[in-house]
């Protein structure tokens, strides 16, 4: 399930910046087994991703969080960051 997720999470970040090759989406778990998923995409497309005042990343967020829901994951937590 968590795969599906990772997959899910790459598509639609890739559908948004100018270089998709660019991004790597990893899923890692916390120490209460909880699940993280680590988006990575590159200086240029940081600010298409973050959005004005984080609104594009908040929608990010809200996407993958209720399809994991919709899978039967309870919490996910998402990171941005960039190389």
Do not use: H, W
């Not at 399930?1 to 899910?8: A, D, G, R, S, V």
């Not at 989406?25 to 959005?51: C, H, K, L, T």
């Not at 209720?66 to 960051?81: E, H, M, Q």
Request: glycine residues 4%; charged residues 35%; without cysteine.
């Amino acid at each position: 399930m968590i795969e599906e997720l990772k997959i899910f999470t790459e598509e639609l970040v890739k559908s948004l910046v100018t270089e998709p090759d660019l991004v790597k989406v990893q899923n890692f778990e916390d120490e209460e087994e909880n699940p993280i998923i680590e988006i990575m995409v590159s200086d240029v497309d940081m600010g298409r991703i973050i959005g004005k005042s984080g609104k594009m990343a908040k929608a990010i967020r809200t996407l993958v969080q209720a399809t994991a829901f919709n899978k039967g994951i309870k919490r996910v937590k998402i990171n941005i960051d960039s190389f």
